[in-house]
């Protein structure tokens, strides 16, 4: 499987400021999404990552809010811009499919807006 | 609109108990549905299910789909405290490689 490094796994952020996340893969992968996992709630999809274009956005996000950056197979970043205390989630970085389809996630970046 | 429905939320067990979790699906152009465990943060790969009828084992941990009933089933067998987590089902259709996830079983273990 592949190996998904997050930076940073924590973060406490004021706000009106912006944090980028950083998802780094140790093999080069076709496809990389951006999930949010909002406090008692499962995941949703922000976006999926294209390497070389533009990221294509769920409903309800936008690139203003979560500009996202791929510029090669292994690496992606997410950036939540002008934070308020609603963008307080586990922000998830995920990979697939590998062999067999699976999709794996990274460790996951916890933001707090204060 | 595609939608993963679990089922229970969540659950209070004793170690020793087995346990069945319920996940059903209606996703457009279906093509497998997959479980995770997630203890803190990430989620982990627990199975991937694509073929009806067909039972995946892992230790005390198994699965199995119906592709016709649109349903699929996590058992864990003998729980112990450290299968406390949240269970996740997820249903990944063949329009895309994102995955569409249910709210989630959260599963609690008590001596």
């Known amino acids: 499987s592949a190996v998904i490094s997050q930076k940073p796994s924590r973060d406490i952020c004021q706000r009106g400021t912006s944090l980028t996340i950083q998802c780094q893969v140790d093999?080069?992968?076709?496809?990389m999404f951006w999930y949010r996992q909002q406090p008692g709630q499962s995941l949703t999809l922000i976006a999926t990552?294209?390497?070389?274009?533009?990221?294509?956005?769920e409903s309800g996000f936008v690139i203003d809010k979560f500009p996202i950056s791929r510029p090669n197979l292994t690496f992606s970043t997410l950036t939540v811009s002008n934070l308020s205390p609603e963008d307080s989630s586990i922000y998830l970085c995920?990979?697939?499919?590998?062999?067999?389809?699976?999709?794996?996630f990274g460790e996951g970046s916890w933001l707090t807006v204060v | 609109e595609d939608k993963v429905v679990q089922s229970p939320l969540s659950l209070v067990v004793h170690e020793g108990d087995t346990v069945t979790l319920n996940c059903s699906y209606e996703?457009?152009?279906?093509?497998?549905l997959l479980w995770y465990k997630q203890e803190k943060k990430a989620p982990t790969f627990l199975f991937m299910l694509?073929?009806?009828?067909i039972e995946k084992k892992s230790g005390r941990l198994s699965s199995i789909l119906d592709k016709k009933e649109l349903f699929s089933i996590l058992n864990i067998t003998a729980t112990q405290t450290g299968d406390s987590a949240i269970y996740l089902c997820?249903?990944?259709?063949?329009?895309?490689?994102?995955?569409?996830f249910g709210k989630g079983t959260s599963l609690l273990v008590t001596p």
């Open positions: 995920s990979v697939g499919p590998e062999a067999g389809n699976t999709i794996y």
């Open positions: 093999s080069q992968v076709t496809m």
């Open positions: 990552a294209n390497q070389g274009s533009e990221a294509t956005y």
């Open positions: 996703v457009t152009n279906f093509r497998s």
């Open positions: 694509t073929s009806s009828g």
């Open positions: 997820a249903a990944h259709s063949n329009s895309g490689y994102a995955l569409n």
